[in-house]
């Protein structure tokens, strides 16, 4: 096999220096064939045959297939896999891509990844050029209209027609279209000839060919960026250096700006007003020079130069999208902020991403000169781009992974998932596992996940399917947990904090694009997180003019913008998942829940639910809490330790989100027969408001459209189209639950505070029914009741008194003893 390379010349001072192919020989002393090179893509496009191969399928020639493809029209894009390229090499992954086995004798294939990984833009055109030479014939008929290269081919067929009736006439030799497009550029018909054919005048390959090629980096057959991928894990986007330059790299990061498809000058076709001549002009950069005059010999005989017209349907245009990467926040380091980087998508590559995302992207890192004034400021230093080879979600859904057996399996353990009774406990388990009880919270924040359909009426209105939920309760209980947890879950999360967001950053802003320099909007969070969830932490903490912004998006789902010149509707169609403390840092029993809660009734009936978490004083659940974070951190695993015990199983990340997307294709109706059923439920709701002196909520009709949405998503939990009562019932219940432990707060802490006593042995007799036991140790009494702040003389005051009431007996050692028929079975 040809080694790629030639032997340098005697001399050459620059015999030592490293080769634009990546590395030659041994010592680099020879420099890069790439005729052979070129020989060596043909051979790889036109052999490799899929064996068990990393997308699912098996046999046959998987890039001879591609390129029929091509040749059919089904397909825009070949794109080659290093992976594929590393599968013919003798060496290991990691060895075949490391520098220091150049010498290894027999391994053409691993050097030739090296090669294609260290200089991509190179061998982009030759992988081009070798499928140019090997592109099969058409095998069915074309689907569709005629595209501009057909159109262009058939004018210069009609167009060399005639020119040749025209030589005949004057008799001169003539040349045929296939040798004006094929050939080299030369004059056979001699100096002399008129309309002979220049080599501006061939038709470039960029404008023949109606597929474009990508590289794939080789990542072993997982997804790219993720942290399992051996031979190209994904570089901190602040690590990316210049010896990168050329070079094939993987980066992570969120997707903050994304800019509008435009299209981008390829090949440029001109003709001359004079003589007809027609040229076309290669544009390879972000900026060009416009032919001006006709280069023809006709036109150089006549010494008259014609004037050239720009021909915008015989030129080509590709797609083209900048897109602004942010460095995610667990790759920044301390004290640092995030940095950016500006990635160029071409072709078929375009509107794959979407603000807000978090992608992993495989491109060519390159330099690019400043222009105009700012190149006479910078001076010598240029920017950088990152030219995209391939995107993929790092929050991938099922069915958008390249890895169709993953997807199989996956999909597999989803439907059986659905066939278990317990599903709706296991999935609410999974959320946020190391954090200990929470149970109906979860609950909660699961179907807040699921969501309901957007329901759209006759006349255009729409209802909202998006939950909002609000978490408000005491520090210390993991409510900012809860809220990263979902984001990071989430197909689409955004995390915020109230402080730390504007109105403007929240919603909308004004900018000014550096490209056009015309006035563009940039979406906030909430826009950011369209189609999905938006968890506002601190949400009490944000001031009255910037909260007024979210009441639009919590229930029309719409950003209205009236500002520099701009009157616009921006899609907010995001879930809110907002936490809170109460007014006085901690929730205060002796006022009323308005007062503790400190938000306006507007913004508080938007919530479908407003659950209040308060941190109350039990031995019991404080051992059990502390259990728990102690198993979870000796074992260093949130799956491992759960809120009963480590073994509890629960679901990876993944699986959830799985199990989540596919609930959420399904619509479930509300059935006629449970009208009355929500009905009458909602009316028990509002007399019972009324009736309360101090209501502890907001109960509109808004509350009612918050139980149709619980109750649907709660039937799409069940991968249902139809919503039972059972539904309802525990929609119901979620949202009771949500009220009463405002009432229970109130209830049990008025209680302690007033009768010390009574509170003493509640808490003693609840042990011993839970227990079982029918003796309660002093010692352990003790316990109890001292996390609540009462004193051993009260204890033993309480177990004098209800002793001598014959509620119960003590031995000598003051240890309590009920009798059989003292505690309920």
């Given at each position: 096999?040809?080694?790629?390379t030639?032997?340098?010349?005697?001399g050459n001072?620059?015999?030592?220096?490293?080769?634009?192919?990546?590395?030659?020989?041994?010592?680099?002393?020879?420099?890069?064939?790439?005729?052979?090179?070129?020989?060596?893509?043909?051979t790889f496009l036109?052999?490799f045959?899929?064996?068990?191969?990393?997308?699912?399928?098996?046999?046959?020639?998987?890039?001879?297939d591609?390129?029929?493809?091509?040749?059919?029209?089904?397909?825009?894009?070949l794109?080659?896999?290093?992976?594929?390229?590393?599968?013919l090499?003798s060496?290991?992954?990691e060895?075949?891509?490391?520098?220091?086995?150049?010498?290894?004798?027999?391994?053409?294939?691993s050097?030739?990844?090296r090669?294609?990984?260290?200089n991509?833009?190179?061998?982009l055109?030759?992988?081009?050029?070798?499928?140019?030479?090997?592109m099969?014939?058409p095998t069915?008929?074309?689907?569709?209209?005629?595209?501009?290269?057909?159109?262009?081919?058939?004018?210069r067929?009609?167009?060399e027609q005639?020119?040749?009736q025209?030589?005949a006439?004057?008799?001169?030799?003539?040349?045929?279209?296939e040798?004006?497009?094929?050939?080299d550029?030369?004059?056979p018909a001699?100096?002399?000839a008129?309309n002979a054919?220049?080599?501006?005048n061939r038709?470039?390959?960029d404008?023949?060919?109606?597929?474009?090629?990508?590289?794939?980096?080789a990542?072993?057959?997982?997804?790219?960026?993720?942290?399992?991928?051996?031979?190209s894990q994904?570089?901190?986007?602040r690590?990316?250096?210049?010896?990168s330059?050329?070079?094939?790299?993987?980066v992570?990061?969120?997707?903050?700006?994304?800019?509008e498809?435009?299209?981008?000058l390829q090949?440029?076709t001109?003709t001359?007003e004079?003589?007809?001549?027609?040229?076309?002009?290669?544009?390879?950069?972000n900026?060009?020079?416009?032919?001006?005059?006709?280069?023809?010999?006709?036109?150089?005989?006549?010494?008259?130069?014609?004037?050239?017209?720009?021909?915008?349907?015989?030129s080509?245009?590709?797609k083209?999208?900048?897109v602004?990467?942010?460095?995610?926040?667990?790759?920044?380091?301390?004290?640092?902020?995030?940095r950016?980087?500006?990635?160029?998508?071409?072709?078929?590559l375009?509107?794959?991403?979407?603000?807000?995302?978090?992608?992993?992207?495989?491109?060519?890192?390159?330099?690019?000169p400043?222009?105009?004034?700012?190149?006479?400021?910078?001076?010598?230093?240029?920017n950088?781009?990152?030219?995209?080879?391939?995107?993929?979600?790092?929050?991938?859904?099922?069915?958008?992974?390249?890895?169709?057996?993953?997807?199989?399996?996956?999909?597999?353990?989803?439907?059986?998932?659905?066939?278990?009774?317990?599903?709706?406990?296991?999935?609410?388990?999974?959320?946020?596992?190391?954090?200990?009880?929470?149970?109906?919270?979860?609950?909660?924040?699961?179907?807040?996940?699921?969501?309901?359909p957007?329901?759209?009426?006759?006349?255009?209105m729409?209802?909202?399917?998006?939950?909002h939920?609000?978490?408000?309760g005491d520090?210390?209980?993991?409510k900012?947990?809860l809220l990263?947890h979902v984001?990071?879950v989430a197909?689409?999360?955004?995390?915020?904090?109230?402080?730390?967001?504007?109105g403007v950053?929240l919603?909308?802003?004004?900018?000014?694009d550096p490209?056009t320099?015309?006035?563009?909007?940039?979406?906030?969070?909430?826009?950011?997180?369209?189609?999905?969830?938006c968890?506002i932490?601190e949400?009490d903490k944000?001031?009255?003019?910037?909260?007024?912004?979210?009441?639009?998006?919590?229930e029309?789902?719409?950003?209205?913008?009236?500002?520099?010149?701009?009157?616009?509707?921006?899609?907010?169609?995001?879930t809110?998942l907002a936490?809170?403390?109460?007014?006085?840092?901690?929730?205060?029993?002796?006022r009323?829940?308005a007062?503790?809660?400190?938000?306006?009734?507007?913004?508080?009936?938007?919530?479908?639910?407003m659950?209040l978490?308060?941190?109350r004083?039990?031995a019991?659940?404080?051992a059990?809490l502390?259990?728990h974070?102690?198993?979870?951190?000796?074992?260093?695993?949130s799956?491992?330790?759960?809120?009963?015990?480590i073994s509890?199983?629960?679901?990876?990340?993944?699986?959830?989100r799985?199990?989540v997307?596919?609930?959420?294709?399904?619509?479930?109706?509300?059935?006629?027969?449970l009208?009355e059923?929500?009905?009458?439920?909602?009316a028990e709701?509002?007399?019972?408001?009324?009736?309360?002196?101090?209501?502890?909520?907001?109960?509109?009709?808004?509350t009612?459209?918050?139980?149709?949405?619980?109750?649907?998503?709660l039937a799409r939990?069940?991968?249902?189209?139809?919503?039972e009562?059972?539904?309802?019932d525990?929609?119901?219940?979620l949202?009771?639950?949500?009220?009463?432990?405002?009432l229970?707060?109130?209830?049990s802490?008025?209680?302690?505070?007033?009768?010390?006593i009574?509170?003493?042995?509640?808490?003693?007799?609840?042990?011993?029914?839970?227990?079982?036991?029918?003796?309660?140790?002093?010692?352990k009494?003790?316990?109890?009741?001292q996390?609540?702040?009462?004193?051993?003389e009260?204890?033993?005051t309480?177990?004098d008194?209800?002793?001598?009431?014959?509620?119960?007996?003590l031995?000598?050692?003051?240890?309590?003893?009920?009798?059989?028929?003292?505690?309920?079975?």
């Amino acid at each position: 096999m040809a080694t790629g390379t030639r032997s340098a010349r005697a001399g050459n001072p620059f015999a030592n220096q490293q080769t634009m192919a990546g590395e030659g020989t041994a010592g680099g002393s020879e420099f890069a064939d790439y005729e052979a090179e070129k020989e060596l893509c043909k051979t790889f496009l036109s052999t490799f045959a899929r064996t068990g191969a990393l997308d699912g399928t098996l046999g046959g020639l998987k890039y001879m297939d591609q390129l029929q493809d091509v040749a059919n029209r089904a397909r825009q894009v070949l794109e080659i896999s290093l992976d594929d390229v590393l599968s013919l090499s003798s060496l290991d992954l990691e060895e075949a891509l490391e520098q220091d086995n150049l010498a290894v004798a027999g391994d053409e294939w691993s050097r030739f990844a090296r090669n294609v990984r260290d200089n991509t833009r190179r061998y982009l055109t030759l992988f081009a050029d070798a499928a140019d030479e090997l592109m099969p014939a058409p095998t069915s008929a074309f689907e569709g209209t005629e595209d501009v290269f057909d159109v262009l081919m058939r004018q210069r067929q009609y167009a060399e027609q005639d020119n040749a009736q025209q030589m005949a006439t004057y008799g001169l030799p003539t040349q045929t279209a296939e040798q004006n497009q094929t050939g080299d550029g030369s004059n056979p018909a001699g100096p002399g000839a008129a309309n002979a054919a220049d080599a501006a005048n061939r038709v470039p390959r960029d404008l023949l060919r109606r597929y474009e090629v990508k590289i794939r980096p080789a990542t072993g057959g997982v997804a790219l960026g993720s942290s399992k991928a051996r031979a190209s894990q994904a570089v901190p986007l602040r690590e990316v250096r210049a010896q990168s330059i050329g070079q094939l790299v993987t980066v992570r990061g969120i997707a903050t700006k994304v800019s509008e498809v435009k299209p981008m000058l390829q090949v440029g076709t001109y003709t001359c007003e004079s003589c007809g001549f027609e040229i076309y002009q290669e544009v390879t950069g972000n900026a060009y020079m416009p032919l001006c005059e006709c280069p023809s010999n006709r036109c150089k005989v006549n010494n008259s130069p014609g004037k050239l017209l720009f021909q915008t349907r015989g030129s080509k245009f590709v797609k083209y999208q900048e897109v602004k990467l942010q460095e995610p926040a667990d790759e920044v380091p301390v004290g640092n902020i995030p940095r950016t980087m500006t990635v160029q998508m071409k072709g078929e590559l375009c509107r794959q991403i979407r603000p807000g995302d978090a992608v992993a992207v495989a491109g060519v890192f390159l330099p690019v000169p400043y222009t105009g004034y700012r190149a006479m400021r910078a001076g010598l230093i240029a920017n950088t781009y990152l030219e995209a080879q391939c995107v993929e979600h790092l929050k991938q859904q099922p069915g958008k992974t390249r890895n169709l057996l993953e997807d199989a399996q996956l999909e597999e353990k989803v439907n059986r998932l659905s066939r278990d009774d317990d599903v709706y406990s296991l999935l609410a388990r999974s959320i946020c596992p190391e954090i200990f009880g929470h149970e109906d919270v979860k609950k909660a924040l699961l179907v807040l996940m699921v969501g309901a359909p957007t329901r759209t009426m006759k006349d255009g209105m729409k209802l909202r399917g998006d939950l909002h939920v609000c978490l408000m309760g005491d520090p210390g209980v993991a409510k900012s947990q809860l809220l990263k947890h979902v984001s990071m879950v989430a197909p689409r999360g955004v995390y915020t904090t109230g402080r730390g967001a504007s109105g403007v950053g929240l919603t909308a802003s004004i900018n000014k694009d550096p490209q056009t320099g015309q006035t563009t909007l940039e979406g906030g969070a909430l826009v950011l997180a369209d189609k999905g969830i938006c968890c506002i932490d601190e949400f009490d903490k944000m001031e009255e003019t910037e909260r007024t912004a979210i009441h639009e998006v919590m229930e029309q789902q719409t950003v209205s913008i009236a500002k520099a010149g701009i009157t616009t509707t921006l899609n907010a169609r995001a879930t809110v998942l907002a936490a809170a403390n109460p007014a006085y840092s901690r929730y205060d029993t002796r006022r009323s829940p308005a007062e503790n809660m400190a938000l306006p009734a507007s913004l508080l009936s938007r919530f479908d639910l407003m659950w209040l978490i308060l941190d109350r004083a039990d031995a019991e659940l404080d051992a059990a809490l502390a259990q728990h974070v102690l198993n979870v951190h000796r074992v260093s695993s949130s799956g491992s330790a759960s809120t009963q015990s480590i073994s509890e199983e629960v679901l990876e990340p993944s699986e959830l989100r799985a199990y989540v997307a596919k609930a959420r294709t399904f619509t479930p109706e509300v059935p006629k027969e449970l009208n009355e059923y929500i009905a009458c439920a909602y009316a028990e709701m509002r007399a019972e408001e009324a009736a309360s002196e101090n209501p502890h909520s907001y109960t509109t009709a808004r509350t009612l459209l918050g139980i149709l949405r619980l109750s649907e998503a709660l039937a799409r939990l069940r991968f249902s189209d139809n919503v039972e009562q059972g539904d309802v019932d525990e929609a119901l219940r979620l949202m009771q639950m949500s009220k009463i432990s405002l009432l229970e707060s109130r209830d049990s802490r008025g209680r302690a505070s007033n009768d010390p006593i009574s509170e003493i042995y509640g808490i003693v007799r609840d042990y011993a029914v839970r227990s079982g036991s029918q003796e309660v140790p002093f010692q352990k009494a003790m316990r109890l009741i001292q996390p609540r702040g009462f004193r051993e003389e009260q204890l033993r005051t309480c177990l004098d008194e209800y002793a001598s009431l014959n509620v119960w007996s003590l031995d000598d050692n003051m240890n309590v003893l009920f009798g059989e028929d003292d505690l309920p079975v």
